[in-house]
């Protein structure tokens, strides 16, 4: 499989607020020198601690913010993500993400049919939206006649196979999960796993899945990233990374995952 996404020297530095008048500017670097590549079709987990900078490379592979340094480019296209934002529609209609947080990503005055529907009007898509919206309700496993009822009505899980039926309504290529299953519980986190999976393997999507827990990583993702201060410090299959690491930081990331007692 040929490269879709490729990132090379990626970097992403935030002016830092000043404490006094006349002190030189001070900047904090969340991105430092990234370079990384993504199959066409393939899973890839990227994982770290908190403020590793997992989000930050995310954001700027989906030019949803500008790097300070470094270049992106999907499918040999490049990608500016300070263009104006109409030059940017072929980029959103090849990709569609999934937030953390189910309730807060859906806007609650609105219905669910119009939610799903967003990026097809935003985007110029032609054709009947509304049987489209029945289609991929189906596809995530929610009755059609759901589009007609609001975000209040829906329980964690079901409110974020929505938030997937919206990532997926225009058929991208490429699916990205920002923590996705963070804020569902353990029955509920592994239905929704579960339909990551068969989506990705029925529509071949590339899929790009940030996470805390390892254990979702190792079953949904045939590569893993694993990033510390901004950089990424290993990288390579799955299998080999989570079982077999080579750096003392993800030995470390890895045996921090509390472990069940099985007596």
Not at 34 to 56: N, W, Y
Request: charged share 25%; glycine share 8%; with cysteine.
């Amino acid at each position: 499989m040929s490269d879709l996404i490729r990132a090379r020297g990626l970097t992403r530095r935030y002016p830092t607020p000043k404490t006094r008048l006349f002190e030189p500017a001070r900047f904090t670097t969340a991105l430092d020198d990234v370079d990384l590549d993504v199959r066409e079709g393939a899973s890839v987990g990227i994982i770290g601690e908190s403020g590793s900078g997992k989000s930050t490379l995310v954001r700027l592979l989906l030019a949803l913010d500008a790097p300070t340094a470094g270049t992106v480019e999907f499918d040999g296209r490049p990608v500016d993500a300070a263009a104006p934002a109409r030059s940017l529609h072929w980029l959103r209609r090849e990709t569609g993400i999934v937030f953390q947080d189910p309730y807060a990503s859906l806007d609650p005055r609105m219905s669910v049919g119009r939610i799903v529907a967003e990026p097809l009007w935003a985007l110029g898509i032609p054709g009947d939206h509304r049987a489209r919206v029945r289609e991929v309700l189906r596809e995530v496993g929610l009755e059609p006649a759901m589009a007609d009822r609001f975000p209040h009505e829906f329980s964690g899980g079901q409110r974020q196979r929505i938030a997937i039926a919206r990532a997926i309504v225009h058929r991208p290529r490429v699916l990205v999960g920002d923590e996705p299953l963070s804020a569902l519980d353990v029955t509920v986190r592994a239905q929704v796993l579960g339909l990551l999976g068969e989506l990705k393997a029925r529509d071949g999507l590339t899929l790009l899945l940030v996470s805390h827990d390892i254990g979702i990583v190792q079953n949904l993702c045939d590569d893993v990233v694993v990033m510390k201060d901004g950089r990424i410090v290993e990288e390579g299959p799955t299998e080999k990374v989570l079982l077999q690491p080579q750096v003392a930081y993800t030995r470390r990331l890895l045996s921090s995952i509390p472990v069940i007692d099985p007596n």
